[in-house]
């Protein structure tokens, strides 16, 4: 029997890996390095050999048998790997944390009898953590998971049928009907004797639609102009006009990016490491929205594009990468914005599979099943779904779509998985070039050392040959001495003699070329030389993009979820409910083949046009953000325990019109927005009943509900618009406009910020850095503070819906932090360049869109002057009278924009 | 036992219904759930209601601690050289830890050899309880402290251990003691935030702001960053221009604008409640500044707390801040002692001697003085006070004669005291060598449960609605360490 390890070898083997692991200690966060991990596979002990003896002698008379103790059968490898009633036994490399081994150590088991051995247990840690071999191999862990059926009544469960376009109901109240939306609205409305509120007027409109469509405010003159705009149709016009403004794509690429989790960081680690070329998924997605791509080949691209589009095979032949092509590929940043920390010498870590490279394809998956089917896929991956018809087995059949990237056993690091926009050929000229490049700047490189070395070595001559004779030598000898072997006479002489004989290299590259003519000639001539070879140098540009890796993927079932206790292997396919209805159809491909089709096979699954999911999540997102709530409140679960559809015939009314238009997502928004339920006003009824006005909530905080909305209290029936309070961006992107400062540029690199020591983050106070939120660097760990405060998300995985808080550190900030004080400043320059007569009328209309009334006029004048006087007091002539008026302008703006009619959206 | 540390998800009440037979049919599902008030709950976690969300709530079962000051050791302490007593590690100087010890050598540095506490212990108060000289003045606390030998944790590296010390789990995103001791009991005065944290000066813990983040909770409930003087908190205060008679007048405009805007939208919950959040924040303003202020503390305080007095003046204010903090209701307190990397923590890779003598003679005062002060004002039962860091440290060297330790997240020590705590005891052990523990293990999942318990909150009902899942703190684990309640 072999002896526990000995000592020497241990020590020998944690001496080498101690010497591979220098390189990274500073990886403060490795969750798992281990000595056994590097041991060659011979010495591995194994099951047969080392461990069952051990068992036999100690163990099977209770954990064999028929009926063994706890249902754990001791008495081969593969009864071990599968476990009892308390689960698995052993996970791999883990003796720490399986089952098996923490009864053993604490000595709990055998309850009865001889325990074992120190020597005889060290040999069941080393086992496990060694990896848990056998001699037979995995292939005895081979076996099919019994699947729990799926019954008829879970098939029948609403989401998972295909939605189907019922009839419009019949409503009384036709006059008010715009659009099929309003028949569906009405009709439930009626149900429950309410109706819809009256329209409402056109300065709210406008802002509404702005603020949803594109997240900043309309200017006074638009406000104007669509007011006095008496022609019909007025108001479609102006969603068309919206809808065609590039600001659009902004704000809608943020909604989508919270589902995908885009960050510019790759998180988990405490470095959460920058990631330069994320940008470029963000810009991709600005442009789809603003292009109307087709909702479905929006999916197919992000999840395949690659595939799509054939990447590989114009790779390999084409002379360049057209823009579809590199736009297709850019689109797949979508799988790479979960967490991915993952770095090349993450191959020395013990389990860095289960550590870190399976979280990433978890997380890839759940932002999939949340963000598009609006399914809780991860709750099945270490048990079968407790409320949704989702099989265990299904999880891993959905994780092969993407094992053929995503290989947890030959993970390729997060910042060397990225595509290149050109070809074969120009990659491989470019490559040939830069190589050459590379050889001649360094052959250059070499000259110009050789070159100043020669000068050197003459100037060193020159200058000792100006010394006195009799010491010239001396000091040559105390010069080429090196400092530490110097006796006491030459350290003398050469602090005397240095600065002019031997003088350092930066003071060197100044006087050579000024005393050699010669020298500065060559130097020139060779840095010129070097200059020309750079410039032949080829750049490129980089995308971080999802491809195929080479070879089978294969995809093991995880019992309990768990990457360290691996069952059968499981191919791709999908939901097992849904098959039914919408096949799902993947040939493995040809051996040669670049690429699995894995990914291209699911999205087309996804975006069949019958697909339950796929247009119903989206449709219910869109109306989401115009409504204030989804049709389906939990947007990002549409199973049993999410809620259920307020308006389920509507839903799936939308979601066939959407189907229907070829997928356009903008034509959605203009149904949506064309509707008499959207163009509603957001206040109660008139007559809805008494209210006390002053006290709505009264001071003891309990909302007083009125008769009125007592039938409907969350106005789920839609009785009215929701009263809606604008997102973290939507409130700074306002904020600049309204200030003047706002910079319409779009796309590229992201807005750096600055930490402060107190630890607010903010934008780097710089006019060129006044741009969309969007564009700002979005770090997880690093959250911008004025964002963060008003919600906008800190991203673990995804959000599939913000929190909306309220809380005093958000009027902190309107109040008194750095980015508004300065907006207050610029918004009063703005007014008073604009209209220093009328400032408060001025400064109303830019931020709220109206004109004041009187009485409220006056009391804003008002303000001005007891505000300017007070700040007089503190100011000195001459300026002062001016100053003391801008600061008093500055006053009011700045409690404009932290005013709730600014906030909020009517 | 601990069955969430082998399976990522584990047995829940709920999956335990479903394994019950309740198959993929649902109906008799949902009956079951809806009875046991989990759609209840689901509907209640994400709803705005018109009271502030921090107004205070009662707690699950009633409880002493009404407060929670967590005194975090940023860097981890070693346990054989400050609470966990190992006399035999002077028999195995010199010696390697036998080879059935197997462990995780954290960063690839030096293994030594087995050294023996740097400082000698003693007993302490009636009790006896062994604490070493670097902690002399909460020596003489003993009999307040109950002090846990057997804690152990997830990760041994740093960033992540700190925040699965403050959240559960050793990746970000999810919400932090402090947020769910709010999220289950509100704060007592809305003027101050319910959640402080400060920071140490030399920097905050290396995982940053996910140690005190609410995660996938509202705002509401995350840490505010307290800074000991100044102006504690971010955005108090405007530019100086600003005076406070200037924003006095603007915050009445605001107030009959926004009244204005709300008397045409009777009903509107969220705008009153914003409209209040001015008003706090305005008190606020001067609330806050008024507890750092700790000038009208008396000199004798003052000198108790080491504050005007090096090294103590920094943790030594922290401390007394805290102390007023949770005398104006501040529901959760968490003070980090060492900030920045390495030997600016308690991370005492070079020598344990230099680096604890260094931040112990920092905190050692403060803390005794916090326990005093606390007990003297009739605090000390309404406030549970906790001691620790994110794990502990090796029981040997990092090389011959080397003079540090490495991490060690097999066993570690913390304390609690004051709060219905049992005083002068001790639970739980490691071996003989001080390395691991092996009797009544007590897991980070064990000491988040019991915090909450102490608070009265049960941590298997304080959950959260996110993402298809009730989330709770302790996921499926977590057991309250009752013998340490008195």
Redesign the interface.
């Known amino acids: 029997m072999r002896k526990?390890?000995p000592?020497k070898a241990?020590n020998t083997r944690?001496k080498n890996?101690?010497a591979?692991?220098?390189c990274?200690?500073?990886?403060?966060?490795?969750?798992?390095?281990?000595?056994g991990s590097l041991a060659a596979a011979e010495d591995k002990p194994t099951f047969e050999s080392h461990v069952l003896p051990i068992l036999k002698a100690k163990c099977l008379s209770c954990h064999s048998g028929e009926q063994p103790k706890a249902g754990l059968d001791l008495s081969t490898r593969r009864s071990v790997m599968l476990g009892g009633k308390s689960?698995?036994a052993v996970?791999r490399a883990a003796?720490?944390?399986?089952?098996l081994w923490?009864r053993i150590a604490?000595g709990e088991m055998p309850p009865k009898g001889t325990k074992l051995t120190?020597e005889e247990?060290?040999i069941i840690?080393a086992w496990i953590?060694d990896g848990a071999v056998g001699e037979g191999g995995d292939d005895d862990l081979a076996h099919g998971a019994a699947g729990?059926?799926?019954?008829e009544?879970?098939r029948g469960?609403w989401s998972f049928k295909t939605p189907l376009r019922s009839t419009l109901p019949t409503v009384d109240a036709t006059q008010l009907v715009r659009n099929p939306i309003d028949t569906f609205i009405l009709h439930k409305l009626a149900a429950s004797q309410l109706t819809l509120s009256p329209e409402a007027d056109r300065r709210t409109l406008i802002r509404r639609a702005y603020f949803d469509l594109l997240g900043i405010p309309p200017a006074p003159e638009a406000v104007d102009e669509f007011c006095a705009d008496g022609r019909p149709a007025a108001y479609e016009r102006l969603i068309d006009q919206l809808l065609a403004s590039p600001a659009y794509g902004e704000r809608w690429a943020r909604h989508w990016l919270d589902v995908a989790g885009y960050a510019d960081s790759a998180?988990?680690?405490?470095e959460d490491r920058f990631l330069p070329l994320a940008y470029r998924y963000r810009d991709y997605v600005i442009r789809a929205f603003n292009n109307d791509k087709p909702y479905d080949r929006f999916l197919l691209e992000q999840i395949a594009g690659d595939e799509l589009v054939d990447y590989w095979q114009h790779y390999e032949n084409d002379d360049a990468l057209s823009d579809e092509i590199i736009e297709a590929i850019t689109a797949t940043g979508y799988l790479r914005c979960a967490?991915d920390s993952s770095r090349p010498d993450f191959s020395t870590i013990k389990n860095a599979d289960s550590q870190y490279f399976y979280?990433t394809i978890n997380d890839t998956m759940?932002i999939v099943a949340?963000s598009v089917m609006g399914i809780?896929l991860?709750?099945a991956?270490?048990?079968?779904h407790?409320?949704d018809?989702i099989p265990q087995e299904d999880f891993y059949r959905v994780q092969a779509i993407f094992m053929g990237a995503f290989r947890p056993t030959s993970w390729v690091p997060q910042m060397e998985r990225r595509l290149t926009t050109l070809s074969k050929s120009q990659f491989e000229f470019a490559t040939q070039r830069n190589k050459e490049v590379e050889e001649n700047v360094k052959k250059l490189a070499a000259d110009a050392t050789a070159l100043r070395e020669k000068y050197k070595q003459r100037r060193f001559a020159g200058q000792l040959a100006k010394l006195p004779e009799e010491i010239r030598e001396a000091v040559r000898i105390a010069l080429l001495t090196s400092a530490d072997k110097r006796d006491e006479a030459q350290r003398t002489l050469a602090e005397q003699h240095a600065p002019s004989v031997q003088p350092d290299d930066k003071q060197l590259d100044e006087l050579l070329p000024k005393e050699y003519p010669d020298y500065q000639e060559s130097r020139t001539k060779l840095n010129d030389q070097i200059a020309a070879e750079q410039a032949r140098r080829h750049y490129y540009d980089e995308i971080r993009a999802v491809y195929d890796l080479p070879g089978e993927a294969s995809t093991p079932f995880l019992r309990?979820?768990?990457a360290l206790t691996p069952g059968h292997a499981v191919g791709p396919g999908t939901l097992t409910v849904l098959e039914q209805e919408i096949p799902f159809q993947w040939q493995p491909p040809p051996a040669e083949a670049k690429t699995s089709g894995r990914r291209l096979a699911f999205a087309r699954w996804l975006t069949d046009s019958r697909h339950p999911l796929t247009a119903r999540v989206m449709v219910n997102r869109l109306w989401r953000h115009h409504f204030g709530e989804g049709i389906v409140s939990t947007p990002?679960?549409f199973?049993?325990?999410?809620s259920a559809p307020s308006h389920p015939e509507l839903l799936d009314w939308l979601a066939v019109e959407l189907v229907d238009s070829g997928w356009s997502i903008k034509h959605l928004h203009r149904m949506v927005l064309n509707s008499a339920t959207y163009r509603q006003s957001?206040?109660?009824n008139k007559g809805s009943g008494p209210?006390d006005?002053?006290h709505?909530?009264g001071r003891s905080?309990?909302?007083?509900l009125?008769p009125f909305?007592s039938r409907d209290p969350e106005n789920r029936l839609l009785s009215r618009q929701r009263?809606r309070?604008l997102e973290a961006e939507a409130i700074r992107d306002s904020v600049l406009s309204v200030a003047g400062t706002l910079r319409s540029q779009m796309y590229g690199t992201t807005i750096g910020l600055h930490v402060w020591p107190?630890?607010?983050v903010t934008v780097h106070d710089s006019l060129d850095h006044y741009r969309r939120s969007i564009y700002l660097q979005y770090l997880?760990?690093?959250?911008v503070?004025m964002l963060?405060?008003f919600?906008q998300p800190?991203i673990?995985?995804n959000c599939?819906?913000r929190?909306?808080?309220?809380?005093?550190?958000?009027?902190?900030?309107l109040?008194?932090?750095k980015m508004m004080?300065a907006a207050a400043d610029a918004f009063a320059g703005r007014v008073l360049s604009e209209d220093a007569e009328d400032a408060a009328t001025q400064a109303v209309r830019l931020a709220f869109g109206r004109v004041p009334a009187p009485d409220?006029l006056q009391?804003?004048n008002e303000?001005l002057d007891?505000?300017q006087q007070?700040?007089a007091k503190?100011l000195v002539e001459p300026a002062a009278l001016d100053e003391a008026r801008r600061?008093a302008v500055a006053?009011?703006c700045?409690?404009?924009l932290?005013?709730?009619?600014f906030?909020?959206v009517? | 036992?601990n069955?969430s540390?082998?399976?990522?998800?584990?047995t829940s009440r709920?999956?335990f219904v479903?394994e019950m037979g309740a198959?993929?049919?649902?109906?008799a599902?949902?009956s079951l759930l809806a009875s046991e008030g989990f759609f209840q709950r689901?509907a209640n976690a994400?709803e705005?209601?018109?009271?502030?969300?921090?107004?205070p709530k009662p707690p699950h079962f009633t409880s002493k601690a009404k407060s929670c000051i967590f005194l975090m050791m940023n860097g981890a302490p070693s346990q054989v050289d400050t609470f966990d007593y190992k006399p035999e590690l002077e028999k195995y100087a010199g010696r390697q830890l036998?080879?059935?010890k197997?462990y995780?050598?954290?960063?690839?540095?030096?293994?030594g050899y087995l050294t023996p506490a740097w400082r000698k212990f003693l007993p302490g108060g009636e009790s006896g309880l062994m604490i070493s000289d670097y902690f002399p003045n909460v020596r003489k606390h003993a009999d307040k402290l109950a002090v846990i030998n057997s804690c152990h944790t997830?990760?041994?590296?740093?960033?992540?251990a700190l925040v699965a010390m403050n959240t559960g789990k050793?990746?970000?995103?999810?919400p932090s003691l402090g947020a769910w001791s709010v999220y289950g009991l509100g704060t007592e005065n809305q003027s101050l935030?319910g959640y402080v944290v400060m920071?140490d000066k030399r920097g905050?813990p290396?995982?940053?702001?996910?140690n005190w983040?609410s995660?996938?909770?509202?705002?509401?409930y995350s840490g505010?960053?307290f800074?000991p003087f100044g102006d504690p908190?971010?955005?108090?205060?405007?530019?100086a221009?600003?005076?406070r008679?200037?924003?006095r007048?603007?915050?009445d405009?605001?107030a009959?604008?926004?009244q204005?805007?709300?008397?045409?939208?009777?009903?509107?919950?969220?705008?009153?409640?914003?409209?209040d959040?001015?008003e706090?924040?305005y008190r606020?303003?001067t609330e806050a500044p008024e507890t750092v202020d700790i000038a009208e503390e008396t000199q004798q305080t003052l000198d108790m707390y080491g504050v005007g007095q090096q090294p103590t003046d920094e943790y030594g204010r922290n401390c007394l801040v805290a102390r007023r903090l949770v005398e104006r209701g501040v529901r959760f307190v968490q003070l980090y002692s060492g900030g920045g990397h390495l030997e600016e923590t308690w991370d005492a890779h070079e020598s344990i001697e230099k680096n604890h003598g260094r931040h112990g003679a920092e905190v050692d005062q403060p803390i005794a003085a916090l326990l005093t002060d606390l007990e003297q004002r009739g605090l000390l039962e309404s406030t549970l006070v906790v001691w620790g860091g994110e794990f502990g440290r090796m029981p040997f060297s990092e090389g011959q004669n080397a003079p540090g330790r490495n991490h060690n997240p097999?066993g570690f020590s913390m304390w609690f005291a004051g709060g219905g705590v049992k005083g002068g005891i001790r639970y739980g052990e490691t071996d003989e060598f001080g390395f691991e523990a092996?009797t009544n293990k007590v897991h980070l999942h064990d000491v988040h449960a019991t915090i909450l318990h102490l608070l009265g909150l049960d941590h298997e009902a304080l959950t959260y609605f996110h993402?298809?899942?009730e989330e709770s703190l302790t996921d499926v684990g977590g057991r309250v360490v009752r013998e340490v309640i008195a």
């Open positions: 526990s390890e000592r241990r944690k890996i101690r591979s692991l220098s990274i200690s500073c990886l403060s966060w490795l969750l798992l390095l281990s000595v689960g698995g996970r003796a720490e944390s399986s089952l923490e604490a120190a247990k060290g840690r953590n729990r059926e799926i019954g009544e879970a469960f998180g988990i680690l405490s967490p979280p759940q949340t809780t991860q709750c991956r270490c048990h079968d407790m409320f018809p309990r979820g768990d990002g679960d199973g049993r325990a999410g957001s206040g109660l209210i006005a002053k709505p909530m905080g309990q909302l007083d009125t909305s009263l309070r107190d630890g607010e997880r760990l690093r959250p503070t963060n405060v919600d800190v673990e995985i599939t819906v929190s909306r808080s309220t809380v005093s550190t958000q009027a902190l900030t109040l008194n932090s004080t409220e009391s804003l303000f007891s505000q007070l700040h503190s600061r006053d009011l700045h409690m404009l932290s005013a709730n009619e906030l909020y009517d | 036992m069955k540390r082998y399976f990522p998800c584990g709920r999956e479903w198959g993929f049919t649902g109906l599902l949902s689901v994400g705005a209601t018109a009271a502030p969300p921090l107004a036998p080879p059935d197997q995780i050598n954290s960063g690839g540095r030096k293994v997830d990760s041994h590296a740093h960033g992540s050793t990746f970000i995103g999810r935030p920071l905050g290396i995982s940053g702001q996910p983040s995660g996938f909770m509202p705002s509401t505010t960053l800074r908190i971010l955005d108090l205060r405007g530019p221009r600003i005076t008679q200037v924003q007048e603007q915050l405009l605001l009959a604008l926004n204005r805007h709300l008397d045409a939208r009777p009903g509107g919950a969220e705008l009153a409640s914003r409209i959040s001015y706090l924040a606020m303003q097999y092996v993402q298809g899942r």
